[in-house]
């Protein structure tokens, strides 16, 4: 079953390899990260989280989601030294660097409870995969028609934080400037909430981002620098 709807700005694709798959196993997915961006998106005005920036809910009266998508942000923001930061002087509350990869997440988790035990889950490029092995290109970062590598994931996930999509629009929290140092980060983690969020603060970070994210548990990681050199870690899990 193969089912590819776009959400929250970006096609996210679904892929079941299970006969007894049908539209009805996809459903509460798409149904979840519709509701996702309904209620977290900064564009909306009438989400939860734009309420919130302009200070009409008191925080005791944040949704459980909305609190646990918050603490999240603040532990990547204290183990960046405040790169990752979702409240940048003169810009709104945006969170939309950790809403991805855990809502993504969440929506495999449905998946996996339903008893759903092999798929591929792509949001705008950020992979969370199940029942592998599944193969997994990293894009080159100034070639769209190039690889830098292949990833075979079994269970887990594998998220890519770089320019070549929407430009300068990682910035580094400890300036306010866009991030300098790297031209992509790959992160492969047992989760795409962890991928994902590790992906951005690093490139958030620059050079240094690289060693930070490869010393995060069960992470590994791929980088190209602005020197165009290739850093990896050693447990990096490149397809044969």
């Known amino acids: 079953m193969r089912r590819v709807e776009q959400v929250m700005g970006f096609p996210v694709s679904l892929r079941i390899d299970d006969e007894s798959a049908s539209e009805e196993t996809a459903n509460p997915v798409f149904a979840w990260l519709r509701e996702v961006d309904a209620r977290f998106s900064p564009f909306r005005a009438d989400s939860e989280v734009s309420r919130l920036d302009r ?3 008191t925080p005791h009266e944040l949704s459980p989601d909305l609190t646990e998508v918050l603490g999240l942000c603040e532990e990547y923001r204290v183990a960046t030294g405040g790169a990752f930061d979702v409240r940048l002087p003169g810009r709104g509350l945006d969170p939309c660097a950790m809403v991805k990869g855990w809502s993504v997440q969440r929506a495999a988790n449905l998946l996996s409870g339903r008893g759903t035990s092999r798929f591929c889950l792509n949001a705008g490029g950020d992979v969370v995969a199940a029942g592998g092995p ?7 970062p100034e070639r769209a028609d190039r690889l830098c590598t292949v990833l075979e994931i079994t269970d887990g996930a594998v998220a890519t934080s770089a320019r070549y999509e929407r430009g300068d629009h990682i910035l580094d929290g400890r300036t306010g400037r866009p991030a300098t140092g790297l031209l ?3 992160v492969v983690a047992p989760s795409l909430t962890e991928a994902d969020a590790t992906a ?15 010393s995060r548990e069960g992470c590994e990681v791929f980088a190209v620098d602005a020197e165009r050199r290739v850093l990896r870690t050693a447990g990096l899990p490149v397809a044969g």
Do not use: K, L
């Open 55 to 57: 200070g009409e809910p």
């Open 134 to 140: 599944w193969r997994v290109g990293v894009r080159h």
């Open 184 to 186: 992509s980060v790959t």
């Open 200 to 214: 951005t603060a690093a490139f958030a970070m620059g050079a240094e981002g690289v060693e930070w994210a490869a």
